[in-house]
């Protein structure tokens, strides 16, 4: 006699629920056209305006200054002293000169300059030369500043600072302040030496004396 075994079927517990699979929302990422103004790049958006100037590159224009080198003869000038009267360079041909050039009357660096020259003034003028200090400042600024300090020497009034740009005396801090350089010229008005001195107002006196004194 045949024996069978019902074996009852599997089912899931009523108390686990059935689960039926997600479907994914459908995603489309919009591809701006040509002419489109935005741009989509993983859900940001960025703006652009189409309408923005694109400079060629004769748009750029480059302004370049005349810079004195040495061994060249500067750009000549006349200005007025500290009494009024006009002084051209040409008047110092012949001789040495030192042309020192100085952002402004009273400031604490310019002061130091100017009294380092006069303290030194007899031995420039031994040594053949003359002196020239030259700012933007005008003339009656010029007159109590040599007057309070007792300057011997010439201090002409460059308004405008057009005689500091025929030369091109660099301007210090991103050009917010005119620069401080000193030119020595030759008996034939030729520079010979160039000492940019914007934080050290003093230590080229000693330099500029040996220079000249050795040629």
Known sequence: MAA????PKHTLPPFLPTQTPRTPPSQSLAIPSKSSSQSQFYG????????????????????????????QAPPSFTLKDQEGRNVSLSKFKGKPVVVYFYPADETPGCTKQACA???SYEKFKKAGAEVIGIS???????????KKYRLPYTLLSDEGNKVRKEWGVPADFFGSLPGRQTYVLDKNGVVQLIYNNQFQPEKHIDETLKFLQSS
Do not use: E, Q
């Open 4 to 7: 069978s075994l019902n074996l």
């Open 117 to 119: 020259f006069r303290d």
């Open 136 to 146: 933007g400042d005008d003339s009656s600024s010029h007159k109590a500043f040599a």
């Open 44 to 71: 940001l958006g960025f703006s652009f305006s189409s309408n923005l100037p694109i400079p060629s590159s004769t748009s750029f224009k480059t302004s370049i200054s005349a810079k004195v080198s040495k061994g």
